[in-house]
């Protein structure tokens, strides 16, 4: 990112048009994806899938099988199956809903006096929009504690098309971006979803996900109960990834084993 801006802005003499701006960029760009000693927005949602794939194998075979499909035991997943995957798709927005990765949203300020089905709300005032409510609630999400990605899709059989919905849970997850003289919106959203998508399609392809079993035989869950933050993520867990029997010769052709 920052050697595509200054290339893009760099002035024959060296000098570079925007630095402030593009420093500042950067600056929140990193302070962003590296906030809460690590553990940012992407390994949050990637801790989300862990855990909902561990704890509904039905749903992840079902996403296992809408892979192979695809792939046909012939390579790994790239981005440009995502379009043939919808499952994965119906997945992202599952996770981005049950767990919301910034439940309490990020505060905004009103720069002028607004009125919200009559109640004024003057400029200046801060806003928190409950990003957690929004996702949970059951009008627009039945059982929302239930975490099920069919809710994004059409179904046929096994055949599987993306739902439009009223209330898409990506708008909210990365805020709401250009309303009137509003412009706040996440701007990693894209890399984030493109990479989440990459890294749970790959998990999925290579890996069975399950729960670690202790010396009683028992599963050891995870807690659900997140660690409250502004970027919220789930306590220190345990899971076994288990090698897919059919993923071996596409691994050794990758030059991964
Ligand atoms: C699942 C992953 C992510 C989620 C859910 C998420 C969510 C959000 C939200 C809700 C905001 C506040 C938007 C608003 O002002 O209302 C935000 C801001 C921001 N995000 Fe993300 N984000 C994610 C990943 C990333 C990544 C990977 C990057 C960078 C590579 C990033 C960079 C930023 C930056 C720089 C801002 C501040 C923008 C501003 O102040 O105008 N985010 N994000």
Not at 71 to 91: C, H, I, T, V, Y
Not at 149 to 169: A, M, Q
Request: aromatic share 8%; proline share 8%.
């Amino acid at each position: 990112m920052a050697t595509a801006l200054i290339e893009e802005n760099l002035r024959p003499d060296g000098t570079i048009v925007h630095e402030e701006l593009i420093s500042g960029a950067l600056g929140i760009t990193y302070l962003v994806s590296n906030d809460e000693g690590g553990a940012d927005t992407t390994v949050s949602s990637l801790d989300t899938f862990m855990i909902a794939m561990m704890l509904n194998p039905v749903v992840q075979r079902e996403a296992q099988k809408s892979i192979d499909e695809v792939l046909q035991g012939e390579r790994l997943p790239n981005l440009d199956d995502r379009p043939s995957l919808p499952f994965l798709d119906a997945l992202f927005m599952e996770i981005q809903r049950w767990k919301p990765v910034v439940p309490g949203g990020i505060a905004h300020r009103s720069t002028h006096d607004d009125i919200y089905e009559g109640i004024l709300i003057p400029k200046g005032t801060m806003i928190i929009f409950n990003v957690m409510a929004i996702m949970h609630n059951p009008d627009d999400f039945p059982n929302p504690e239930i975490f099920n990605p069919y809710r994004f899709l059409e179904s046929d059989g096994d055949k599987h098309t993306l739902k439009k919905v009223e209330n898409d849970p990506l708008n909210t997850a990365f805020g709401y971006g250009p309303r009137k003289r509003v412009y706040r919106i996440c701007p990693g959203r894209h890399f984030a979803t493109s990479w989440l998508w990459l890294e749970m399609s790959t998990i999925l392809a290579i890996f069975d996900i399950s729960p670690m079993i202790d010396a009683a035989g028992n599963d050891i869950l995870p807690d659900l109960e997140y660690v409250p933050a502004v970027v919220s993520h789930p306590k220190p867990f345990q899971v076994s990834l288990k090698r897919r029997d059919n993923i071996g010769a596409v691994l050794a052709a990758a030059d991964l084993i």
